[in-house]
């Protein structure tokens, strides 16, 4: 089973992206992580898309599509879970495209729908387990007393650079301009799903189960 986990920067992809791989024993392909991945690891792609990065906006179709692909070749026994690809029209042909090539279907496109505002404080609050990429956020869930994450024990925190006020004014715009006009795309194919983010990762967690079955 295939799945695209939909929606803005901040409506919980990535923490649901991740649950779903302990519970269900997918594979995340999180394209924003793999970005991260190439600049950390200092790679001529990783130095070329950095500063638009850090802006907020979009690096190009061409970019992504080719870290999928790679990924597509791979196989996943139990399943893929795009977090944050596709991004555009021509991401989602592409999409389309690739899991034909290699005799698989995309059988959910999950839309998480959250409220603008909420979207800046979790955003701004926003760190990660440098370790085992264990969200946090300072308002909803604090980082330890201890410094320790809770899953891992790990002590190194880590916060984006592209997660501050102005970047994700750029990153919505990305969005609404360039994303959401995938959630007509995959409406009029018959494949739109939604679940309400807003809640407890818990709940949320349970819609996406009953409609993954
Ligand atoms: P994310 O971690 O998904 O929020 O992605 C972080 C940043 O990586 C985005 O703001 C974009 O600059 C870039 N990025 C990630 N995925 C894509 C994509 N599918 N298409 C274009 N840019 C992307």
Redesign the pocket.
């Known amino acids: 089973m295939n799945i695209i986990l939909l929606g803005p920067?901040g409506a919980g992809?990535?923490t649901q992206a991740r649950r779903l791989v302990e519970e269900r024993g997918m594979v995340q392909l999180?394209?924003?992580?793999?970005?991260?991945e190439a600049r950390t690891s200092g790679t001529e792609m990783g130095k070329q898309?950095a500063a638009?990065?850090d802006?907020?906006?979009?690096?190009?179709?061409e970019?992504?599509i080719g870290l999928i692909r790679e990924k597509l070749q791979d196989g996943a026994g139990n399943g893929y879970i795009f977090?944050?690809?596709?991004?555009?029209l021509p991401?989602a042909d592409a999409l389309g495209a690739l899991l034909e090539e290699e005799g698989e279907t995309l059988d959910h496109v999950i839309e998480m729908r959250v409220d603008d505002e909420v979207l800046v404080n979790r955003v701004a609050g926003r760190s990660t387990c440098g370790n085992c990429g264990e969200v946090y956020n300072d308002q909803t869930k604090p980082i330890p007393a201890d410094g320790k994450c809770t899953v891992c024990g790990g002590s190194d925190f880590k916060r984006?650079g592209?997660d501050n006020a102005d970047?994700l004014k750029?990153?919505l715009l990305?969005y609404y301009k360039q994303t959401s006009p995938l959630l007509g795309y995959y409406y009029a194919k018959g494949q739109l799903e939604g679940v309400n983010g807003l809640g407890e990762i818990e709940d949320v967690a349970g819609e996406i189960k009953a409609l993954l079955g």
């Not at 394209?31 to 991260?36: A, E, I, V």
């Not at 802006?55 to 179709?61: A, E, K, N």
């Not at 977090?83 to 555009?88: A, S």
């Open positions: 920067p992809k990535g999180s394209t924003g992580d793999m970005l991260r898309v638009v990065m802006r907020g906006d979009l690096v190009t179709d970019i992504v977090d944050g690809f596709p991004r555009t991401q984006r592209d970047a750029t990153r990305a």
